[in-house]
């Protein structure tokens, strides 16, 4: 009797994840070894502006004479430690497994063209105009919508405080991503009460990032049935 012995297959080099966290750790780094005058200079010439829809003026600065660039170089300028360090986390938690799931170079695409259509929405729904873009948040968020798409039964980690003592707990990802998305539809809303942060952007970002995963992982599934033959 013979049996067909599957093929070990090697898991392919998650490489666009780490790629992403070393260009957002160095432009951040390089941002801080330049001078106060070079930072402010970096940060007008290529964070994304606001106010798009006020007047023609300030939607020719924000979308015009090759502005539309500025909605991806935004993704790599932060405010502060915290914020860089923010995204990287959510980048590796949520991105290493995108990435096995659909690939690395799905994965740049969706960190590159979520985070473009997010920053885009933040710029057409501040109405102060001017107001500088910046951070990969939107990015992030479009990785958290397609983790959310690509793996609806996980579960994700966490600490939680019992009294003196740290209790590790698994929680359904959808509840804990649930909640977040809550929140960034309420602080769209109160916002300014809560420092400027860009929330629409992360709710635009995250809605991206679940429709271009289903997208992807029906596009895969239409290719391994073609291969298949059935």
């Given at each position: 009797?013979?049996?067909?012995?599957?093929?070990?297959?090697?898991?392919?080099?998650?490489?666009?994840?780490?790629?992403?966290?070393?260009?957002?750790?160095?432009?951040?780094?390089?941002?801080?070894?330049?001078?106060?005058?070079?930072?402010?200079?970096?940060?007008?010439?290529?964070?994304?502006?606001?106010?798009?829809l006020t007047?023609?003026?300030?939607?020719?600065?924000?979308?015009?004479?090759?502005?539309?660039?500025?909605?991806?170089?935004?993704?790599?300028?932060?405010?502060?430690?915290?914020?860089?360090?923010?995204?990287?986390?959510?980048?590796?938690?949520?991105?290493?497994?995108?990435?096995?799931?659909?690939?690395?170079?799905?994965?740049?695409?969706?960190?590159?063209?979520?985070?473009?259509?997010?920053?885009?929405?933040?710029?057409?729904?501040?109405?102060?105009?001017?107001?500088?873009?910046?951070?990969?948040?939107?990015?992030?968020?479009?990785?958290?919508?397609?983790?959310?798409?690509?793996?609806?039964?996980?579960?994700?980690?966490?600490?939680?405080?019992?009294?003196?003592?740290?209790?590790?707990?698994?929680?359904?990802?959808?509840?804990?991503?649930?909640?977040?998305?809550?929140?960034?539809?309420?602080?769209?809303?109160?916002?300014?009460?809560?420092?400027?942060?860009?929330?629409?952007?992360?709710?635009?970002?995250?809605?991206?990032?679940?429709?271009?995963?289903?997208?992807a992982r029906?596009?895969?599934?239409?290719?391994?049935?073609?291969?298949?033959?059935?």
């Amino acid at each position: 009797m013979f049996v067909t012995i599957p093929p070990r297959r090697k898991a392919s080099l998650r490489w666009a994840t780490p790629l992403l966290f070393a260009i957002l750790w160095g432009s951040f780094t390089w941002m801080l070894l330049a001078g106060e005058q070079q930072q402010q200079r970096l940060l007008t010439e290529w964070g994304a502006l606001s106010g798009g829809l006020t007047s023609p003026e300030a939607w020719r600065r924000s979308l015009g004479d090759g502005a539309l660039l500025r909605l991806v170089t935004a993704l790599g300028l932060h405010a502060d430690w915290a914020h860089l360090l923010g995204n990287l986390v959510f980048l590796l938690i949520f991105g290493l497994p995108a990435e096995r799931s659909m690939g690395p170079w799905r994965l740049l695409l969706l960190f590159v063209a979520g985070g473009a259509f997010a920053n885009l929405a933040a710029v057409l729904a501040i109405s102060t105009p001017d107001r500088l873009i910046i951070g990969a948040s939107g990015a992030v968020s479009a990785l958290m919508g397609a983790y959310l798409a690509l793996f609806p039964g996980a579960r994700l980690g966490v600490v939680v405080p019992l009294g003196l003592f740290l209790q590790f707990v698994k929680v359904p990802a959808p509840l804990l991503i649930g909640i977040w998305a809550l929140l960034q539809v309420v602080f769209t809303f109160i916002g300014p009460a809560f420092g400027a942060v860009a929330w629409s952007a992360h709710l635009v970002g995250f809605a991206f990032g679940g429709a271009f995963a289903l997208g992807a992982r029906a596009g895969i599934a239409r290719r391994l049935r073609h291969q298949r033959g059935y």
